[in-house]
């Protein structure tokens, strides 16, 4: 795929710490890139928790979103799991601390969270990074 020959490249020459990778990538071409690899998957009715830890990608972002699919086991899936998961789903000030105690994310993707009509908001991030600041304190 042309794609995955980019990313490669892209890896190659700038010399980046970790590369995200979003789309149908073999395990075969994620053993190629020399450093380590962030996998995509979305949690909808066609993910499977057997493939995410059978990936040979280091971590995996795990894209929860706001989708009606049913999350009941998500927690228990997420702890079962033997590699770092980064957990996007919409996350913001009001509800970073509950979604990090409820689901201890090795990290979170919250950019979603901090959109307002679809651009980022200084507003929302500056809030969001002072509510971060006294959990962390």
């Known amino acids: 795929m042309a794609g995955e020959n980019t990313s490669l490249a892209v890896q190659t020459l700038v010399g980046l710490d970790y590369?995200?990778?979003n789309?149908?990538?073999s395990n075969e071409y994620i053993y190629q890139i020399p450093c380590p690899v962030i996998k995509r998957y979305y949690y909808n009715k066609s993910f499977s928790f057997e493939k995410a830890e059978n990936s040979t990608a280091e971590m995996?972002?795990?894209?929860?979103?706001d989708q009606k699919y049913k999350?009941?086991?998500?927690?228990?899936?997420i702890l079962s799991l033997h590699k770092s998961v980064i957990l996007s789903v919409n996350v913001d000030r009001e509800n970073v601390l509950k979604i990090n105690?409820?689901?201890?994310p090795y990290?979170?993707?919250v950019s979603d969270g901090l959109k307002e009509s679809g651009t980022m908001?200084?507003?929302?991030?500056r809030s969001?990074?002072?509510r971060i600041g006294r959990i962390m304190a």
């Open 19 to 21: 590369v995200q990778l």
């Open 23 to 25: 789309g149908g990538e």
């Open 60 to 65: 995996i972002l795990l894209d929860i979103d």
């Open 71 to 77: 999350k009941d086991n998500l927690e228990r899936d």
């Open 101 to 104: 105690k409820q689901f201890h």
């Open 107 to 109: 990290a979170l993707e």
């Open 121 to 125: 908001s200084p507003r929302k991030i």
């Open 128 to 130: 969001f990074f002072r």
